[in-house]
């Protein structure tokens, strides 16, 4: 099956530092999905990005299907950023596979 | 307004007792989802149900039942409670219709088992 990985696995900012996040997949893809989980345990939506790139506020994303990996870009990163990001991959099949996820902290 | 709910949300029990999880979602998708998340923030696919019919069962141990009354509810029943089923559960749905599948989740529920 499809395989995703995700780096770097942790990472910890500077309030308004600047970072990028990735998703490698090992399998061509017509869905790709960015979350954020805040501290409190939510699973919000980010993006929807099977291909392209696409913007909301100071976050970014990008999807290159065809060398198959998306980043994630966080611009002057905020303490309310910190938290659990996922990129997850619909299979087609009735499936998703998620990655293992990038742990954010973000210091005052 | 809440697009996808799950009751209720936290769940704290004794090994051995039955428990259900409730989850409705007002979107109008027509699947809906069951996920795992461990303690490491590991989340895994359960079941995938379409339409009301179970689609995806990812080897997940028949004390877990999953019943679909409708499209818009999704609920989970577990029965003889381990201590290895502490875990945080996220309903999601998704709209295949045309084919898209952007997943939106639940809040979660919190089960402890002690």
């Known amino acids: 099956g499809i395989q995703v990985e995700q780096s770097p696995p942790d990472l910890i900012l500077q309030e308004g530092a600047n970072s990028t996040l990735r998703c490698n997949f090992s399998d061509s893809v017509n869905n790709l999905q960015w979350f954020h989980q805040n501290p409190w345990g939510q699973l919000i939506n980010l993006f929807y990005?099977?291909?392209g790139t696409k913007q909301n506020g100071r976050l970014s994303a990008t999807t290159v299907a065809t060398e198959r990996y998306s980043l994630l870009y966080i611009s002057s990163s905020q303490t309310t950023d910190s938290g659990v990001y996922f990129c997850a991959l619909p299979t087609g099949g009735f499936k998703t596979i998620f990655g293992a996820g990038t742990r954010l902290f973000v210091k005052a | 307004d809440t697009a996808v709910s799950q009751t209720p949300k936290y769940l704290v029990t004794q090994m051995g007792n039955d428990k259900s999880i409730k989850c409705e979602q007002n979107?109008?998708?027509?699947?809906m989802y069951w996920y795992k998340q461990d303690s490491k923030k590991f989340l895994k696919i359960m079941f995938s149900y379409n339409n009301k019919e179970l689609i995806i069962n990812e080897t997940v141990p028949n004390r877990f039942s999953p019943k679909s009354p409708d499209k818009a509810h999704l609920n989970l029943h577990i029965n003889s409670l381990e201590l290895g089923d502490s875990a945080v559960y996220f309903c999601a749905s998704s709209q295949r219709q045309p084919l898209r599948d952007e997943q939106f989740f639940g809040p979660g529920t919190r089960l402890t088992v002690l």
């Open positions: 979107l109008g998708h027509d699947t």
């Open positions: 990005i099977p291909s």
